[in-house]
């Protein structure tokens, strides 16, 4: 693996230990500080699959699942004053919500990637983050899933409030995953910048 795949399996690995952590804290009462983190997994992915192609970009989202998984449940056993640093129920939604979203993004980007230079990200990483927020949050908070980790059963997320504060009453979680999508989405749009600064530094090298 050269140093770019290297590079790109180191990013995607710190970014969903970072954000396993972070989804655990609020920010205000919608947003959680991994709202902020993971939405560079599509950007590390999509700049993988422009450069080296569809196999490699799947080898870099599965080294980086690998290893943040592993670094997660590491994390399980490392206990703060809060509890655990990251509960076992988080790290199991996390990864599958990584996996099947970034494998995903991988397939819808490399079937739009000879169209206009941005539709690829932005259409790959809506897809994607739709899919990671249906998955992470409903595994990570819904009841249904509570059996996962009895010890760690979340149950401030499933408080039934206004959704918004103003709408609808809907469990918490449900408010935390629409204000973290709206927020995958703003940086979406932001990450075309630096997509489009990286890709245009150097040509393909798919194999």
Same mark, same amino acid.
Do not use: H
């Given at each position: 693996?050269?140093?770019? #795949?290297?590079?790109? &399996? *180191?990013?995607? +690995?710190?970014?969903? /230990?970072?954000?396993? %952590?972070?989804?655990? @804290? ?35 989202? #599965?080294?980086?699942? &690998? *290893?943040?998984? +592993?670094?997660?449940? /590491?994390?399980?056993? %490392?206990?703060?004053? @809060? ?39 932005? &259409? ?84």
């Amino acid at each position: 693996m050269n140093r770019g #795949l290297i590079t790109g &399996v *180191i990013a995607m +690995a710190t970014i969903v /230990v970072a954000s396993n %952590i972070l989804v655990q @804290f609020l920010l205000g009462s919608w947003l959680t500080w991994g709202a902020f983190t993971y939405p560079f997994a599509f950007l590390v992915t999509d700049l993988m699959n422009r450069r080296y192609g569809v196999a490699q970009a799947r080898k870099v989202v #599965l080294a980086g699942f &690998v *290893i943040g998984v +592993a670094c997660s449940l /590491v994390g399980t056993q %490392i206990v703060l004053e @809060f509890g655990p640093a990251v509960s076992l129920r988080i790290a199991l939604a996390s990864g599958t919500g990584f996996l099947l979203a970034q494998m995903t993004d991988v397939f819808v980007f490399d079937k739009l990637r000879a169209g206009n230079w941005w539709k690829a990200p932005l &259409v790959s990483s809506f897809i994607g983050s739709s899919l990671d927020t249906v998955l992470f949050f409903s595994i990570a908070f819904a009841g249904a899933f509570v059996f996962l980790d009895p010890s760690q059963p979340n149950g401030w997320a499933r408080e039934v409030i206004p959704m918004f504060g103003v709408g609808p009453e809907a469990p918490l979680w449900v408010s935390l995953a629409l204000a973290d999508f709206a927020v995958k989405m703003s940086l979406a749009l932001v990450a075309l910048g630096p997509y489009r600064l990286v890709i245009g530094r150097f040509t393909p090298a798919r194999a």
